[in-house]
């Protein structure tokens, strides 16, 4: 992948091992007879599942599959500027092909996940892990369902027309495991979304609690729900569901500060599902070592917007300490960003400048990492914006939420109501500051904001020159491979 050739540019190490959640290596084909035969197999294939969540699938481990889109997204849209090497020079410009090796990477490796999955829920629901009681065995099953909407849905995201629920370009819903080639047409997006929401569902209903934050509970899948409620379009469930999240009785709450977030790892109270890492000989022992230089102010700096947006945060416009990035801007991107935070434990870095203190631990630090793909601020905001957006929605309400959050990043002014719209932007701009860097929900939300009329993403963005450019090619591999597989256009 190109994005590997950093890697090697900036010299990290790659170690090789196994713990707890590792003992299974991600096999690119599962023999039907040996994969299940009780419930301790069956948790050996649902880890191998979560492995592959966070890896490539290669042997190198290289650049967790979610952080490689992920940066490659950020760049995608308004929010950041990018090093000025070729890397990403297609995501910059939205002229990205179908070749392109990291949609390659991030398609396979996604229906990767799902087929793994598929082969586990068979197999439960046809009672192989018979020393599991019905509870257990649906426990296992929610997790399973829950990998598989993520999976879905990061597919739909990124190579679906996920914003308009009457188009035909959905992705390719698997709900059973393929044991050879299978041809498939797409779904519709309908019918992705139908998929999707019914896993999440029944992961909401059945899913464990008490876990670790490396894994989907309950909880989380209810998080994810919402989450897709919104995209939907379904704001009054959105909302509803949004609200039991926050008001959830398993342990996940608001930290007090935004450096907790991150200094805690995956132990946080907020963090609803974070990336497993392990003893320091991990696959994954490089490349988080990797994160905070990439996602540096050398390699990732913040677009021109997004330092105005930052500036503007305390109430005196034009404060800023450009340099160093350490006052006048808000708190929470002066956390990530600042050059001079004392809390930066991961270098100066390999190339000679600070890391991102939002990624301030190796991935392959016991104690667990900072690569969340969901927090509960995240649903905080999704409850504002359903909130805002549906049919009577009391704005006083979803503004509190927004507010929430802004109370406890010290220095900047609250959020205060003047209409519909502005409180819409505001809720956006709001995911910029408190997201940034983490799973690339504001390119997804420069999308949804340009197809619901709030805003022209071309303006913001002049390569954006046509809907088209909102989603991404299906690998060329894919279409080889499936002649009923259909390109978008």
Not at 221 to 226: G, I, K, P, S, T
Not at 312 to 318: H, R, S
């Amino acid at each position: 992948m190109k994005i590997k050739n950093i890697l090697v540019a900036i010299c990290l190490s790659v170690f090789l091992s196994n713990c707890s959640i590792d003992k299974i290596e991600p096999n690119n084909l599962l023999v039907e007879d040996n994969v299940v035969r009780d419930g301790e197999s069956a948790s050996l294939l649902l880890n191998s599942a979560y492995v592959l969540f966070r890896t490539n699938g290669d042997s190198a481990g290289a650049l967790e599959i979610n952080q490689e889109i992920i940066y490659a997204l950020n760049v995608a849209g308004e929010q950041f500027s990018a090093f000025p090497v070729g890397f990403v020079e297609d995501f910059i410009t939205n002229t990205v092909e179908a070749d392109d090796p990291d949609l390659k990477a991030i398609y396979i490796n996604q229906y990767k996940v799902i087929n793994t999955v598929n082969f586990l829920i068979e197999a439960l629901e046809a009672g192989k892990a018979s020393d599991l009681n019905d509870d257990e065995t649906n426990a296992m099953i929610a997790e399973a369902r829950t990998i598989r909407a993520i999976a879905h849905f990061k597919l739909l995201r990124i190579f679906g027309q996920f914003y308009d629920l009457n188009s035909i370009y959905g992705i390719v819903v698997r709900t059973e495991p393929a044991r050879g080639a299978v041809f498939s047409a797409r779904n519709t997006v309908q019918e992705t979304y139908d998929a999707i929401v019914g896993d999440l569902e029944f992961a909401a209903a059945n899913g464990p609690s008490g876990i670790p934050h490396y894994r989907v509970s309950a909880v989380t899948a209810q998080a994810y729900l919402a989450k897709v409620q919104l995209y939907i379009g379904d704001y009054t469930n959105a909302a509803n569901t949004a609200t039991a999240v926050i008001n959830n009785s398993d342990g996940y709450t608001l930290e007090q500060t935004y450096d907790d977030i991150f200094f805690n790892r995956w132990d946080s109270s907020e963090v609803l599902f974070a990336l497993f890492s392990g003893d320091g000989r991990t696959t994954e022992a490089a490349p988080t070592a990797f994160l905070p230089a990439i996602y540096s102010p050398f390699f990732l700096p913040p677009s021109e917007s997004f330092l105005t947006l930052a500036d503007a945060q305390d109430g005196v416009i034009g404060d800023a300490e450009l340099f160093t990035f350490s006052s006048g801007l808000d708190t929470r991107f002066s956390f990530g960003y600042n050059f001079n935070n004392p809390n930066n434990q991961n270098n100066p870095s390999v190339v000679g400048v600070p890391g991102n203190v939002k990624y301030p631990y190796d991935i392959s630090a016991p104690n667990g990492n900072t690569t969340y793909l969901l927090r509960l601020a995240e649903v905080y905001l999704i409850f504002a914006e359903a909130e805002a957006r549906r049919d009577g929605g009391d704005l006083n309400a979803a503004l509190a939420r927004l507010n929430e959050l802004r109370t406890r990043a010290t220095g900047i002014e609250l959020k205060t109501l003047t209409d519909k719209a502005t409180l819409l932007a505001d809720i956006r701009n709001e995911k910029r500051l408190e997201l940034y860097i983490e799973n690339a929900e504001p390119w997804f939300d420069l999308v949804r904001y340009d197809i619901l009329g709030d805003l022209d993403a071309s303006t913001l963005k002049p390569t954006l020159t046509s809907q088209n450019k909102f989603i991404y090619p299906i690998p060329q591999s894919a279409l080889a491979s499936n002649n009923l597989l259909k390109q978008n256009p």
